[in-house]
Structures are given as structure tokens and as C-alpha cells.
């Protein structure tokens, strides 16, 4: 299974579906509070602070203030 989501195209680049990542069903499992972040992190491993993880932080962010993310508030939390 693919770790991020991916977008599938036709061929004039339009979205025709999308192919569902783990990371975006842990943070479902994490929102719906089946797992607990702390949890999550202990099976899955603790996400890292590379550029590519910063969407999986902003929706950890979103769960734990339960607030949309607001890139001058928040990334200083994240």
C-alpha cells in the first residue's frame, strides 16, 4: 500500500480517482478516535519533520485543536 495518497489523471490531467494511502487512513482512525495520536505513532512510527510530512502535520494539527490549519498560527505548533 502506498504510503501518501495519490491522484490518478486521465490523460488531459484531470482527476479521475484517487489511490488511498495509509498515512491518510491513519489520520481518519486518529480523527474518529479509534486510535489515539500517541498510538498511532507507536505502531506506525513517529512521523518525520520533512517537508513531505507536512500535510500529515497540519491534519494532526487540525485533530488536536480541532480548528482549521492557518498557516500564521499554526506552523509554529506543528
Known amino acids: ?3 501518501w495518497s ?3 489523471e486521465d490523460s488531459h490531467k484531470a482527476p479521475v480517482g484517487e489511490l488511498r494511502g495509509w ?3 491513519l489520520i481518519q482512525l486518529i480523527k474518529k478516535e479509534i486510535l489515539t495520536e ?4 507507536q505502531i ?3 512521523p518525520s519533520n520533512n517537508p513531505v510530512f507536512r500535510r500529515y ?3 494532526l494539527w487540525e485533530i ?15
Open 38 to 41: 500517541w498510538q498511532a505513532h
Open 57 to 59: 502535520h497540519q491534519s
Open 23 to 25: 498515512r491518510a487512513v
Open 6 to 8: 495519490l491522484l490518478k
Open 44 to 46: 506506525f512510527g513517529y
Open 64 to 78: 488536536r485543536n480541532d480548528m482549521n490549519f492557518d498557516e500564521t498560527i499554526g506552523e509554529k505548533d506543528v
Open 1 to 3: 500500500m502506498y504510503e
